[in-house]
């Protein structure tokens, strides 16, 4: 394996990039960004005063075996001083939020929480919880979310609590999204144990193993529940392309537009808008929808499934106001789709990360989720929304929700189009066929990135180290 080449340079393509580079079998790796900048979502502005914002993710979860995975890789980047975690213990970790009937309702939390009756929900989720081991499991492949949490925990909990999770995750709708593909944890629990709290008590099947390295031990030691960076999860993909452009072994190219991918004798030719690229093999971080329109035509059946997969665009408002404007603490509101359709949810930033804020004078940074599966419908085409009409919606939206009359002393409205894959049911089997036709036809090609295995920053790193080890072996 002489050269591998690396479509997209989001986090998925720097990880693989990343992964590739620790395998002495890889002489040369050429990672192509069709923008101006690395990283992809991962995406922070700051200002001159000191203030971070974040466009994209603005928190990660250490847990489990693909958050150990990133935290050593935080770790060999020398990243691990610009840590800010975020413990279980925390007020944001402890409170969060639902705007439903229009209030705001604690979610509920320990013992005293889940034994009681708690607004907006109408009983106990003790008696849905003991219920729940008494429900027979289905037979089928895949079910919807929404589907699968009403017959097992009821309906109300699906339309109001898993409604709401589901679009602040994947600004999807639960009724559409593939439970084996969005929570494979809640599905294997039915599956091998015939109940998600007897999954969650006893396991539910093989867990992938990473050795903890001393970021990944501090975080557990600690109790982190998630964690940023202090200047920001920009910071992040940063040292990675400075981590790749030291290794001397990878060519990073900006700006650099893939149109068309054949195959060679030795692999592919990659066509840019200024040249060849020659590849033993390529792995596409690219979306879905833009890997599909660079193929070539002996490609067809996958070129298909590849469009199959859709995405959904999604608006961020970061809003920055005077004072301490809260009147409760707190990780933040989501809102269910019956309340709002085209409000997700509202982040209360400076809370978990305060350290964010300008260090001069008390602020509240916030940051407004609108449109996901619900922006055409509420917003129209993403080309003929403004940032003027998308400001006032978020604006407004923290009047009404969070009782704020003040205007924000500072505002960055960011439209950001197909940026969440949505797993629709049977997802997997997409997936599978997908690549079942790549190994099929024998094609050098390695599918990775947030549209197959899973859209957190955690999943599409892990998805980076599996391409690589699948095609190289274990190289970390």
Same mark, same amino acid.
């Not at 599956?191 to 050795?211: D, F, K, Y």
């Not at 090609?445 to 920053?457: A, E, I, K, M, N």
């Given at each position: 394996?002489?050269?591998?080449?690396?479509?997209?340079?989001?986090?998925?393509?720097?990880?693989?990039?990343?992964?590739?580079?620790?395998?002495?079998?890889?002489?040369?790796?050429?990672?192509?960004?069709?923008?101006?900048?690395?990283?992809?979502?991962?995406?922070?502005?700051?200002?001159?005063?000191?203030?971070?914002?974040?466009?994209?993710?603005?928190?990660?979860?250490?847990?489990?075996?693909?958050?150990?995975?990133?935290?050593?890789?935080?770790?060999?980047?020398?990243?691990?001083?610009?840590?800010?975690?975020?413990?279980?213990?925390?007020?944001?970790?402890?409170?969060?939020?639902?705007?439903?009937?229009?209030?705001?309702?604690?979610?509920?939390?320990?013992?005293?929480?889940?034994?009681?009756?708690?607004?907006?929900?109408?009983?106990?989720?003790?008696?849905?919880?003991?219920?729940?081991?008494?429900?027979?499991?289905?037979?089928?492949?895949?079910?919807?979310?929404?589907?699968?949490?009403?017959?097992?925990?009821?309906?109300?909990?699906?339309?109001?609590?898993?409604?709401?999770?589901?679009?602040?995750?994947?600004?999807?709708?639960?009724?559409?999204?593939?439970?084996?593909?969005?929570?494979?944890?809640?599905?294997?629990?039915?599956?091998?144990?015939?109940?998600?709290?007897?999954?969650?008590?006893?396991?539910?099947?093989?867990?992938?193993?990473?050795?903890?390295?001393?970021?990944?031990?501090?975080?557990?030691?600690?109790?982190?529940?998630?964690?940023?960076?202090?200047?920001?999860?920009?910071?992040?993909?940063?040292?990675?392309?400075?981590?790749?452009?030291?290794?001397?072994?990878?060519?990073?190219?900006? !700006? +650099?537009?893939?149109?068309?991918?054949?195959? $060679?004798?030795?692999?592919?030719? %990659?066509?840019?808008?200024? #040249? &060849?690229? *020659?590849?033993?093999?390529?792995?596409?971080?690219?979306?879905?929808?833009?890997?599909?329109?660079?193929?070539?035509?002996?490609?067809?059946?996958?070129?298909?499934?590849?469009?199959?997969?859709?995405?959904?665009?999604?608006?961020?408002?970061?809003?920055?106001?005077?004072?301490?404007?809260?009147?409760?603490?707190?990780?933040?509101?989501?809102?269910?789709?019956?309340?709002?359709?085209?409000?997700?949810?509202?982040?209360?930033?400076?809370?978990?990360?305060?350290?964010?804020?300008?260090?001069?004078?008390?602020?509240?940074?916030?940051?407004?989720?609108?449109?996901?599966?619900?922006?055409?419908?509420?917003?129209?085409?993403? !080309? +003929?929304?403004?940032?003027?009409?998308?400001? $006032?919606?978020?604006?407004?939206? %923290?009047?009404?929700?969070? #009782? &704020?009359? *003040?205007?924000?002393?500072?505002?960055?409205?960011?439209?950001?189009?197909?940026?969440?894959?949505?797993?629709?049911?049977?997802?997997?089997?997409?997936?599978?066929?997908?690549?079942?036709?790549?190994?099929?036809?024998?094609?050098?090609?390695?599918?990775?990135?947030?549209?197959?295995?899973?859209?957190?920053?955690?999943?599409?790193?892990?998805?980076?180290?599996?391409?690589?080890?699948?095609?190289?072996?274990?190289?970390?």
């Amino acid at each position: 394996m002489r050269t591998v080449a690396v479509l997209g340079g989001g986090i998925g393509g720097l990880a693989a990039s990343y992964y590739l580079c620790k395998s002495p079998q890889v002489t040369k790796v050429i990672l192509l960004e069709a923008s101006s900048r690395f990283g992809g979502w991962l995406w922070s502005t700051r200002r001159s005063d000191g203030a971070v914002f974040e466009h994209g993710p603005r928190g990660i979860r250490p847990a489990g075996a693909v958050g150990s995975n990133t935290l050593n890789m935080v770790d060999d980047l020398g990243l691990g001083e610009e840590i800010l975690p975020v413990s279980f213990s925390h007020v944001a970790s402890r409170n969060r939020y639902l705007y439903v009937n229009g209030q705001l309702h604690k979610m509920p939390s320990g013992i005293s929480g889940i034994v009681r009756t708690v607004p907006p929900f109408s009983r106990p989720l003790l008696l849905s919880v003991a219920a729940e081991i008494l429900v027979n499991k289905t037979k089928n492949d895949d079910e919807s979310v929404h589907s699968f949490v009403s017959r097992r925990l009821g309906k109300e909990l699906a339309d109001i609590a898993v409604d709401s999770l589901c679009r602040g995750v994947f600004a999807g709708d639960c009724r559409k999204l593939s439970v084996r593909s969005c929570f494979p944890v809640l599905y294997n629990a039915e599956q091998h144990r015939g109940s998600i709290v007897l999954g969650m008590l006893l396991g539910s099947g093989e867990a992938q193993v990473i050795t903890r390295g001393p970021l990944a031990k501090r975080s557990k030691k600690e109790s982190w529940a998630q964690w940023s960076l202090k200047r920001g999860m920009q910071s992040f993909p940063e040292a990675i392309a400075e981590y790749l452009q030291q290794s001397g072994r990878v060519q990073l190219h900006k !700006e +650099a537009v893939v149109k068309q991918i054949d195959p $060679s004798a030795s692999g592919w030719q %990659v066509h840019l808008e200024d #040249g &060849v690229i *020659a590849a033993d093999h390529i792995i596409s971080a690219l979306p879905a929808k833009a890997l599909s329109s660079v193929l070539p035509r002996s490609c067809q059946p996958l070129t298909q499934q590849l469009q199959d997969i859709s995405s959904v665009t999604v608006a961020v408002v970061n809003l920055e106001y005077d004072g301490s404007i809260l009147p409760v603490m707190g990780f933040g509101h989501l809102v269910p789709s019956s309340e709002d359709r085209g409000l997700l949810g509202v982040v209360y930033d400076s809370v978990p990360f305060p350290q964010h804020n300008r260090p001069d004078g008390q602020t509240t940074r916030l940051t407004v989720m609108m449109g996901g599966a619900w922006f055409q419908e509420e917003f129209g085409v993403p !080309e +003929a929304a403004t940032a003027e009409h998308l400001l $006032s919606r978020a604006t407004e939206a %923290v009047r009404c929700h969070l #009782g &704020v009359t *003040a205007a924000p002393s500072w505002s960055r409205v960011i439209l950001h189009r197909d940026c969440i894959p949505q797993y629709y049911e049977g997802h997997f089997q997409r997936v599978e066929s997908m690549r079942g036709f790549i190994k099929n036809n024998n094609l050098a090609l390695s599918l990775t990135g947030s549209c197959y295995d899973g859209v957190s920053v955690n999943d599409v790193i892990f998805s980076g180290r599996t391409a690589v080890e699948e095609l190289l072996g274990t190289v970390v």
